[in-house]
């Protein structure tokens, strides 16, 4: 391969508070980069919609070139552990066909559009309750105030999940989420026992629903089926945990990021503030200019060429959708900046492509809307009341503090 140096290292002092220019710089340099780590990145929109919709690419890293069957001595982990891990597999987000085309037909039986856009009102409620709290303080931290309670609120209520739970289960995700990313052996471990504990929990809670079934989605799914086919119990227990997280943790992103995205850039505010009619498409240029997930992954099933570069069989590709959303190709001179009124915002891959499309694309833009928008029309006065920090996240990018006035 051309010797082009380390391109991408996110490990680098200040690339969690601004990744973009490295994204820049691999889409300007080596667009279909060989990382000296072992797998490869691509960071043009043309190519991540191609690979992303490719039928010829894997979810399941037994498709690695030298994946074995049999874990390696030093990755042994305690049954019980390696139980939990290999019931998240079974995800739909982790399957190749048929086993996704499965999964996802069940589940997408009462994950519908139409049972997302009923959610409305209880989504406004949420938010103007605690729109309510920030005009009480006067402001602060947006994530803590906003971006967090309204989304783990609403998947709570939409799977049915006690109360009680709530809690643990925010803590919990939380971990798990992180746990696959450059983090220390200690967090990595740590995701693990969280994962193993939350396991247990959706098995309790899916028995408990069993006798005391409600209007609810997790009493849906455990009833869901198709030509006498069901979700076997660890198949429940893997679907529910992926709703869950994900049900919650990229729309924090995306509320937190676009919120900011509007605050550091007044003159948008103030475009939305007059048009609030443009909100839609403002969640869409929320999601293309700063995307609650920066990069996903696949495996080359055969060998795939893209711009002249043949990368092999059995190979780890990473899709950068932070650097495909700012593509200059696709978006034009100036794909780097935040304009609300983007007519082609919606071509983003901020929520995939594909068989792998989001199936919680339509709830995240929901959210997004009413929670973004009715905190603009809410508070004229709104503005940054401090510095904007960031996680140190790679793949999962979200900010920690957002500080408003109103």
Same mark, same amino acid.
């Given at each position: ?12 002092? +200040? ?12 889409? #300007? ?54 139980? *939990? ?23 997408? #039986? ?24 920030? *005009? /009480?303080?006067? +402001? ?22 006690? @109360? ?6 925010? =803590? ?42 409600? =209007? ?8 869901? =089926? ?8 660890? /198949? ?47 969640? =869409? ?91 603009? @029309? ?29």
């Amino acid at each position: 391969m051309t010797d082009v140096g380390l391109l991408f290292d996110p490990s680098v002092p +200040g690339f969690a508070d601004d990744p973009y220019p490295h994204y820049a710089t691999l889409r #300007k340099i080596d667009p279909v980069h060989e990382h000296p780590g072992g797998f490869w990145i691509l960071s043009r929109h043309e190519d991540a919609t191609a690979i992303l919709r490719s039928p010829k690419m894997s979810m399941q890293d037994s498709n690695l070139a030298g994946a074995s069957e049999e874990e390696p001595p030093e990755m042994a982990l305690p049954p019980s552990m390696a139980e *939990a891990v290999s019931i998240m597999s079974l995800s739909m987000l982790d399957r190749d066909p048929p086993d996704h085309t499965r999964l996802k037909s069940l589940v997408s #039986k009462v994950f519908t559009p139409k049972s997302i856009a009923a959610l409305e009102p209880a989504v406004t409620a949420l938010v103007d309750e605690r729109l309510d709290r920030i *005009a /009480e303080l006067g +402001g602060g931290n947006l994530m803590d105030e906003l971006a967090f309670p309204v989304p783990f609120a609403v998947i709570s209520q939409m799977l049915g999940t006690p @109360s009680s739970d709530s809690d643990r289960m925010r =803590e919990l995700t939380g971990r798990i989420v992180r746990s696959p990313e450059l983090v220390s052996e200690e967090e990595f471990l740590g995701g693990l026992v969280a994962l193993q504990e939350l396991v247990q929990m959706t098995r309790d809670l899916i028995a408990w629903k069993r006798n005391h079934p409600a =209007e609810d989605l997790l009493t849906a799914l455990i009833n869901a =089926e198709e030509g006498g086919d069901k979700l076997s119990d660890d /198949e429940l227990v893997a679907q529910v945990l992926l709703l869950y997280a994900a049900g919650h943790e990229t729309t924090v992103g995306l509320i937190g990021s676009g919120v900011a995205a509007l605050l550091q850039n007044p003159d948008q505010l103030e475009l939305l503030r007059s048009r609030p009619d443009l909100t839609a498409n403002a969640v =869409e240029e929320f999601l293309r200019f700063d995307p609650p997930i920066q990069q996903t992954r696949r495996i080359t099933t055969a060998p795939y060429t893209v711009r002249d570069k043949e990368i092999p069989a059995g190979t780890l590709v990473m899709i950068s959708i932070a650097g495909a959303n700012r593509d200059e190709e696709r978006f034009g001179a100036d794909a780097e900046s935040l304009r609300i009124d983007r007519p082609d915002a919606r071509h983003h891959v901020a929520l995939g492509a594909g068989m792998h499309h989001c199936l919680g694309a339509a709830l995240a833009r929901l959210e997004g809307q009413v929670a973004i928008g009715r905190l603009v @029309s809410r508070f004229p006065s709104l503005a940054l009341g401090g510095e904007v920090t960031w996680s140190d996240r790679v793949e999962l990018r979200n900010a920690k503090t957002v500080p408003i006035t109103v």
